[in-house]
């Protein structure tokens, strides 16, 4: 990671001193030589993270701390073997309001969207499918999981791991379907445009059952039924669960379930069943050019240009080049 952004809110310079804030990632006690308690800190933002120590620390006039908080902090900065150290002054733990009112790309990797506008115009997206089933369907999930979509990520570590990447892959996705059903639409009429964007909006709703994550919106492990099962097929089992309360034709719940297993294309990467029309294909596809072009574009960032990437070991362990063309 980078230097933290709280690095450069100097409140007194000749001090050293910063002021605002930051995210707790780790919060340990531990005691120094002569057995006097501290906390042992690693404070992170959108920026990147710190190691920090509060010496002579004491719970009951401190506070106490956990990981995946909010806090604001006052510290002075020290340099502790060619690396930067804060030494905490002045800790607290946010209010609700201050919570609620900050913001959040500041401390976290963010989508370059909010998550609740990027789950309006998915929303909006299927208000407009002429069919009733799959209208009702695709709306129904969205609802069901409007409050996890917003904030989390579309993945652990790979492509679109910030807080609201989740939502921001999908419109990304939906996007590049409608233009490349725009093109198809002209020269195979048959094609439904209509299920292609269901199955774009769908496709990886289940990460919000995959993925362990916190209030912040990162994702910190696998759940239990991630591991065991995966999103691919928690995500059939829940078009199964919503077309038998919504009493969705057989057909149309069939052919959303074969879009969600199929979307990886391939055994090996998690699909049980390979795309087998072509509305189901072309999901698969856009999910691959997507999620891709977000891990090159990742990776070229800070490269100079005419200069290589590191190995990049999820896109066949290349190095990727630089160029200066737009």
């Known amino acids: 990671m980078g230097r933290m952004k709280l690095l450069e809110k100097v409140s007194n310079a000749s001090a050293g001193q910063v002021e605002g804030l930051c995210i707790i990632k780790s919060a340990v006690i531990k005691s120094n030589v002569k057995g006097a308690p501290y906390l042992d800190l ?11 120590k509060l010496w002579d620390y004491s719970i009951e006039q401190h506070g106490a701390y956990e990981a995946d908080t909010v806090v604001k902090v006052r510290a002075t900065i020290n ?53 009733d089933d799959l209208r009702a369907l695709t709306q ?10 917003i904030r989390f990520p579309a993945a652990l570590k790979l492509h679109h791991a910030v807080r609201g990447g989740l939502l921001y892959h999908t419109l990304t996705m939906l996007e590049v379907a409608k233009r490349l059903c725009g093109v198809y639409k002209e020269l195979y009429p048959s094609l439904s445009s209509e299920l292609v964007y269901a199955g774009v909006i769908l496709h990886d709703v289940a990460k919000t059952r995959e993925l362990v994550v916190g209030s912040l919106g990162l994702a910190c492990a696998y759940s239990a039924e991630g591991q065991l099962l995966g999103h691919i097929n928690i995500g059939a089992s829940m078009v199964e669960r919503a077309a038998a309360e919504l009493m969705t ?26 795309p087998m029309f072509p509305e189901a294909e072309l999901v698969s596809q856009i999910d691959l050019i997507d999620s891709r072009m977000y891990e090159m574009f990742d990776a070229l960032t800070g490269v100079a240009v005419g200069g290589f990437s590191e190995r990049q070991w999820a896109l066949d362990n290349r190095q990727l080049y630089k160029h200066g063309r737009e």
Not at 42 to 52: F, I
Not at 79 to 99: A, G, M, T, V
Not at 104 to 114: W, Y
């Open 42 to 52: 690693v404070l992170a933002d959108a920026g990147g993270e710190c190691a920090a």
């Open 79 to 131: 340099i502790w073997k060619d690396e930067e150290q804060l030494k905490i002054d002045r800790i607290r733990n946010l209010r609700p309001e201050e919570l609620a009112a900050a913001d959040m790309a500041e401390l976290v990797p963010c989508a370059p969207m909010r998550g609740e506008e990027m789950y309006d115009k998915l929303y909006e997206c299927a208000s407009a499918f002429g069919d």
């Open 140 to 149: 129904y999930i969205l609802r069901e999981n409007r409050d996890a979509l």
């Open 249 to 274: 034709a057989p057909e149309v719940a069939m052919l959303v379930q074969h879009m969600l297993l199929s979307h990886h294309g391939v055994p090996e990467f998690g699909s049980p069943r390979p």
